[in-house]
């Protein structure tokens, strides 16, 4: 059976290591997640990441794998080349070992008011009936509420990379989320949208789409809060 390869790049200097796991002691369908536990268990316990659920609802165990942003306990080995190599997110700092510092994303998630504002404050802070919607209501955000903030988009964007004062894709997706319900009715959010620093940063490249795990589509949401702000300029 062999042995498998597994390349570990920790920290802010991403100082690599190399570990060697033996074939027959891992099925295909363990996770990147599960290899990464069993290396702490039985051969590093220095090795730092972070992790929770472990069923793809968290977000937190978020790392490079192979070149692209994934999370480790979605990650399966049989769709894996190998040796696999395994980094901290990028555009991002990093804390320690693999573990991510979140800091400026979850800053720029929270700048553009991710909450409901209802017309009434009063009601909104004592409602006395519920807040209905159609179907059709619903559908217009319900894809894009979806998103765990695990920062995977938002290490995949080129823009990110570049102009670290954009908002980023997970930013920007959670505000439409807001401004395409219903039930709100706040005018601050989409002045916050409508900047350099805003949604014309984007340039479409769609890599955020490509790594979500769960399908929430950022580069859509991006697109739509562009035609929802010229429609209201009109």
């Known amino acids: 059976m062999g042995k498998l390869v597994v390349k570990v790049l920790e920290g802010k ?38 992790y929770s659920c472990r069923m793809a609802l968290c977000g937190s165990c978020g790392m490079i794998i192979n070149g692209r942003p994934r999370l480790a306990c979605l990650t399966k080995m049989k769709d894996l080349d190998e040796p696999i190599r395994i980094e901290p997110l990028k555009n991002v700092g990093t804390i320690r070992g693999l573990v991510p510092d979140l ?16 017309k ?11 807040y209905r919607q159609t179907d059709e209501e619903v559908k217009r955000y319900l894809q894009f509420n979806y998103c765990i903030q695990c920062g995977l988009c938002y290490s995949a964007c080129p823009v990110v ?23 709100d009715s706040d005018k601050l959010r989409v002045l916050l949208l409508d900047t350099p620093n805003g949604v014309w940063s984007c340039r479409v490249a769609g890599s955020c789409s490509v790594v979500c795990p769960k399908g929430v589509d950022p580069s859509l949401s991006i697109q739509l809060a562009k035609s929802l702000i010229l429609r209201r300029k009109i």
């Open 13 to 50: 200097e991403k100082r690599e290591k190399q570990y060697e796991v033996m074939r027959e002691e891992l099925d295909p369908y363990t996770t990147v997640l599960e290899l990464l536990l069993k290396i702490r268990e039985e051969q590093d316990p220095s090795l730092v990441l972070r």
């Open 103 to 118: 800091s400026s994303f979850f800053s720029k998630y929270r700048k553009v008011r991710p909450f409901l504002v209802a």
């Open 120 to 130: 009434d404050e009063e009601e909104q802070e004592s409602p006395k009936s519920p």
């Open 161 to 183: 990379s570049s102009n670290p004062n954009f908002l980023g894709p997970a930013a920007i997706n959670v505000a439409y989320r807001y401004t395409a319900d219903s039930r």
